[in-house]
């Protein structure tokens, strides 16, 4: 009963559509088994509830412990697909590192587009392990080869090192690309938080040198203004958050994202570049005009949320065609619980989707 019941709800999010706002086509999301607003998916409240989001003010906080922290990362999710998906590893080759790399791939004997993901984890975490089954029912349900990179992480190798392994791995993908059985003209990027960064950067270094080799991007709740720096088109404010029910809990959800004292900024960072750099802060770009069309997608109560919707409106206004999702009642991270969270496999499918329809 309940893995119909959870079959259902990916079908009902399918069935949300859009319409056009300040020239990027808007999908919101709503919660599939609920008619409340301004309050967490249930599936949402049954996790974060077991969490201690309010410390205690007057203490000073832990120090921060790199390699706890990223042992906390990612959740024990489901292989959701249901035809054979292979799974190749391969390393691709370069003077300065080595760079690990899985190909998911789908029972085809034709040549087949391709997507490179990059995983999450803020610069400093993550792994191929934890995004491994959302590769997985991407590939299936793109039909596309998917090619997630372990790029160096910092601070053992801050920025530059690991957007520069993210982008050999494109260039891997595309000069390789009759060896892998992928169609070069077809290959796009995408990413989750840090990951949705590294893809639109690559994106952006693309497009400097002209080689033309991504042609699509999704990013998922993604990274792409380091500082929070206001613009004309965005500036961070709880109040942008409607917020009906469980008050204090989803503020402190969205606020625990904040990097108010920019540690985070200064492991990924380490004097190697200014915040405000656009390989850093996409937002902060001057110019994102020939970018592969892009799809972004957001979650309700995250503190990226509104920075991934400026990039959104920022991209429509520089001319490339843009879609973006919101789901309402989710928070950061969503799509590591695919199997539990019916948002995630539809994002899968929304990714999918975007690419088939890029690729026509």
């Not at 709880?238 to 969205?254: F, G």
Request: aromatic share 8%; net charge negative; hydrophobic share 40%.
């Amino acid at each position: 009963m309940q893995k119909i019941q959870y079959t259902s709800l990916v079908h009902q999010l399918e069935k949300a559509t859009g319409s056009m706002e300040d020239g990027v086509d808007v999908i919101m999301k709503p919660i599939p088994d609920s008619d409340v607003s301004g309050d967490l998916d249930p599936r949402v409240l049954d996790v974060v509830s077991a969490y201690d989001f309010s410390g205690n003010q007057d203490e000073e906080p832990p120090p921060f412990d790199l390699e706890e922290v990223r042992a906390s990362m990612g959740w024990p999710n489901h292989d959701v697909t249901t035809t054979n998906v292979t799974t190749e590893r391969h390393v691709i080759s370069h003077l300065e590192a080595d760079i690990p790399v899985r190909l998911y791939r789908p029972d085809s004997t034709e040549a087949l587009p391709a997507i490179l993901f990059f995983h999450g984890g803020g610069f400093f975490g993550g792994s191929l392990d934890t995004v491994e089954n959302p590769c997985k029912i991407l590939a299936e349900r793109a039909n596309a080869v998917v090619i997630s990179v372990d790029y160096r992480l910092a601070p053992e190798h801050p920025f530059p090192a690991g957007l520069h392994d993210c982008f050999r791995a494109v260039e891997w993908a595309h000069k390789q690309a009759e060896a892998l059985h992928i169609l070069k003209d077809r290959i796009g990027v995408a990413g989750d938080s840090a990951g949705g960064n590294l893809a639109t950067a690559c994106c952006l270094m693309d497009r400097a040198q002209g080689t033309n080799w991504i042609h699509y991007q999704a990013l998922v709740y993604p990274v792409v203004n380091l500082g929070s720096i206001p613009t004309e088109d965005f500036e961070w404010d709880i109040e942008k958050y409607e917020i009906r029910h469980h008050h204090d809990l989803i503020q402190s959800i969205v606020l625990s994202l904040a990097d108010s004292d920019g540690l985070l900024n200064d492991l990924y960072l380490q004097g190697q570049a200014d915040v405000t750099h656009p390989l850093v802060s996409p937002l902060l770009a001057d110019d994102l005009s020939g970018l592969p069309p892009a799809l972004i997608v957001t979650a309700e109560y995250d503190y990226l949320r509104l920075e991934g919707e400026a990039y959104a409106r920022k991209l429509a206004r520089d001319g490339v065609a843009t879609r973006l999702i919101q789901y309402r009642g989710m928070d950061h991270a969503f799509m590591d619980k695919l199997g539990d969270y019916p948002q995630a496999e539809d994002c899968m499918n929304e990714i999918a989707k975007g690419l088939k329809e890029i690729v026509k």
